[in-house]
Each structure stands twice: as C-alpha cells, then as structure tokens.
C-alpha cells in the first residue's frame, strides 16, 4: 500500500478558513451554554440556484431524441434560500426568488396559497430587502407560532451567513413582535465548514428534486404521445416546479437536518 488516495478538493472547502472556523465554534458553544438555546430553537438558512428547467448533463431520453434542444439558462433560474431548525422539526416555507414578478400560471394564487414565499429580482437574487421582508412576513411569525404551540421560551438563535443580503444591525430592521431573534453570523470563508444547511440538506434536497423532475418525466411520456423534448419545451412550468420543491422540501428528513449540525 503506498498510503496515496484518489479525492476530489472541492475549491470552496479547500478555501476554507478553518481557524475562523474554531473561533466561531468557541463563540457558538458559549452562546447556546449562555442563553441556553436547545435544538427547536436554533435556526440556519443557506441559498442555493436552481436551474429548473435544465436536465442533468448526462441522462437517459427516447430513442427518437437523442439530443435535447437547449434553453436559455438564466431564464429558468431561480434562488432558493431554505430555512429549518436543528431538531428538525420545523421547516420554513422556501423563499424563492424569480425574475418575474408575475408569473401567469401563478396569478390566480394568493399569497397565503403559494408553496414558497415569491419574491421577484431582475436577476434572481436575494437582496437586502428581500430578505428584511422575508424575515418579517415569513420567519418571524413561523418561529413564534412554532414556539407558542410547543410552549417553548419565546426564544431563537439564527445562524446566518455573513452575506451581502443579510446586512449587520440586524436587531434594529427585525419587527418589535419578533424581537426575540437573535442572529449570529459566521465568519467569511467558514460555510462549506459550518453552515448545517451546506451539510448534505441543500444536497439532498436537490436529489429528491431530481428524482420527482424524472418521474414526471417518465410518467408523461409513457401515458401519452408526447416526447421528452416535447414534454420540456412546451409542457414543464413553473407551477409543476414549485409542487416538485415543495415535495422534495417535505421528504428532506429530520434525521438528514438534525445531523447537519454536528459540526456545530
């Protein structure tokens, strides 16, 4: 054995300040001891693109279309940020950010009726504003109904990534009703080391997306006359992509969410 393995060094991993990274675990450690926050009431969000209307480079298709026609990337992508507890136990709906406003098929749906929480960016990104309005109109009331219900302490630690659309102070845009948040951001170039959502969660939501986007696949082209490029170019809209969020959000299991944070 000469002891020499194959692996692959993911660039953001091997970028990784990992001395920030055991600072911050110091910080977080104290903060929980301190205030003494227990799982149901520890949050972390993390944000990831989504081209939905993409398939995988490589894939399997009919016989009769051995080549795919291509899409224009950018105007089947979205931002999606997820929120969950570290028990795992309360998952926030999806803030998802597209670059229309209104999109047809969705014009009909209330707000209150929508899977994920729509927001509209010309480039789809999460910017400050978003996010304060998400924190208020979305994360703030969840948490607190989530705590009442549960008769816990009308308390929560969110652990944020320090990113341009989550802006310091904090405290002082956060509405009087849920002032009981509090935020603690992580040092720059520590997320691929300590953000639980970039612990597998993000990874295994997008599995379970992918296979739920294949089964409407083969479900489709099986029980009619339509191909798969068929299927994809004039059949596949956003109101099918948002049901397939939601359930691939749903299947992301508490065992998957809770050891996402083992790290911290």
Excluded at 40 to 69: H, V
Excluded at 117 to 137: D, P, S
Excluded at 141 to 154: D, G, Q, R, T, Y
């Amino acid at each position: 054995m000469t002891g020499i393995h194959s692996v692959v060094t993911y660039g953001k991993a091997a970028s990784s300040d990992k001395k920030a990274a055991e600072e911050f675990l110091k910080k977080f450690e104290k903060v929980i001891s301190r205030e003494g926050y227990i799982p149901q009431q520890d949050f972390n969000c993390d944000e990831t693109g989504l081209f939905w209307k993409k398939m995988p480079s490589g894939t399997y298709i009919k016989a009769e279309k051995r080549k795919l026609s291509g899409h224009k990337p950018m105007k089947y992508s979205l931002t999606l940020a997820f929120y969950a507890n570290a028990s795992g136990d309360l998952k926030i709906k999806p803030l998802l950010v597209y670059h229309s406003e209104n999109h047809r098929k969705l014009q009909n749906i209330t707000i209150e009726r929508l899977l994920v929480f729509w927001k509209f960016n010309a480039k789809a990104w999460v910017t400050r504003t978003i996010f304060i309005e998400w924190l208020n109109v979305c994360f703030g009331p969840a948490v607190k109904n989530f705590l009442e219900a549960n008769n816990l302490p009308l308390k929560c630690l969110l652990v944020l990534e320090n990113a341009p659309a989550h802006p310091p102070g904090l405290k002082d845009i956060i509405h009087p009703d849920f002032s009981f948040i509090k935020v603690l951001c992580p040092p720059a170039n520590t997320t691929p080391l300590l953000q639980p959502m970039d612990q597998q969660v993000i990874a295994s939501f997008k599995k379970l997306n992918t296979k739920h986007l294949f089964k409407r696949c083969f479900e489709v082209t099986e029980s009619t006359q339509l191909t798969l490029h068929e299927l994809w170019k004039g059949y596949f809209d956003v109101d099918q992509c948002l049901r397939m969020i939601d359930k691939a959000w749903n299947e992301v299991s508490r065992r998957t969410l809770n050891s996402s944070w083992k790290k911290l």
